[in-house]
């Protein structure tokens, strides 16, 4: 986002940077911990009345950007926070309370709460969040006036059938604070390729934009889309299949008092004990050992058991 933020307005000086980096630059006092083998040093990272933050979390409640949102609105009040939700601890961070009127400081991906913020949905929508963000800068910048997208629909706008462009707002201050490089045509197409993104979503999980579901030689990408899931969902359920078979197999031997090797080892000298000549008491001892070890090592053998039925890499 930084990037194509300066691209855009190439006079601007954006930098994307870790909160645990702008805790170690700007907290002062007990606790503080200096930051390393990074561009900018105490002396040089300045945040002054007019510099412009955006904390970037997907919770909303992540330590570190908490308190780096906190500690650059001391010295700028110009704080902005996204998240997944508006009621976060990142709200309360930068002015945006839920008791407090609403100061518009603090943006939603509406991806409302994931498992973790790695989650595949929780990144593609703060994506598009910034995507939007983006556009909306460009838009502010360059004065266009897009097709609402109310009155023409997301085809009439995407597939450009309709003959819309995007035309200049000569009635709002065309005074410019930053040069931007974009033009009205890169504008429309950047709007077009945002909107976009709805049929891409709706095509992979199987339907049309109307809710329909798609045509068999239309599902490809859906279906393979499945069976990848399917594979990395084994990834997730080896760690059960290893833990409560192992914990069943335990549990059977231990309650019925039946060693599966040992058992069956007695059962076989029995059978034996008139061919064989061995010490009955080594042989005991070694099945017992043998017995000992699948116990300790049967979660790892269920996972390789679990990998080669999967067809994964044992």
Not at 6 to 35: I, T, Y
Not at 53 to 63: D, E, K, P, R
Not at 216 to 233: D, I, M, P, Y
Not at 262 to 281: C, H, I, K, N, P
Request: net charge positive.
């Amino acid at each position: 986002f930084c990037a194509d933020l300066v691209r855009l307005f190439p006079d601007l000086h954006a930098v994307a940077m870790s909160a645990n980096v702008v805790l170690g630059l700007l907290q002062r006092g007990p606790g503080e911990v200096a930051a390393f083998n990074w561009t900018y040093g105490r002396n040089s990272f300045c945040v002054g009345p007019h510099t412009v933050g955006l904390a970037v979390s997907h919770s909303g409640t992540t330590y570190p950007t908490v308190w780096a949102a906190r500690f650059m609105r001391m010295q700028t009040k110009h704080v902005f926070g996204m998240s997944s939700s508006f009621d976060t601890l990142l709200a309360v961070s930068i002015g945006q309370a839920p008791s407090q009127p609403f100061t518009r400081r603090l943006l939603s991906t509406l991806a409302g709460v994931r498992p973790a913020e790695a989650a595949t949905v929780a990144t593609v929508s703060m994506h598009h969040t910034l995507s939007h963000l983006l556009l909306r800068c460009a838009v502010q910048a360059t004065n266009a006036q897009l097709p609402l997208l109310q009155e023409h629909g997301r085809n009439g706008i995407v597939e450009g059938g309709l003959g819309l462009a995007c035309s200049q707002n000569r009635s709002a201050n065309t005074a410019q604070v930053l040069r931007c490089t974009a033009s009205l045509a890169s504008v429309q197409d950047m709007h077009r390729l945002l909107l976009s993104l709805y049929f891409g979503a709706a095509a992979s999980c199987g339907i049309d934009h109307a809710g329909k579901r798609l045509e068999a030689r239309s599902r490809k990408a859906h279906e393979e889309l499945q069976r990848a899931g399917l594979k990395w969902s084994h990834h997730i359920t080896e760690t059960y299949w290893a833990t409560f078979l192992s914990a069943a197999y335990v549990l059977l031997t231990v309650i019925t008092g039946v060693l599966p090797v040992t058992s069956l080892g007695s059962w076989m000298m029995e059978r034996a004990s008139d061919e064989l000549s061995w010490e009955a008491e080594i042989v005991a001892w070694l099945l017992r050992t043998i017995d000992a070890i699948i116990y300790v090592f049967l979660p790892a053998f269920i996972a390789m058991i679990h990998r080669k039925c999967t067809g994964r890499r044992v």
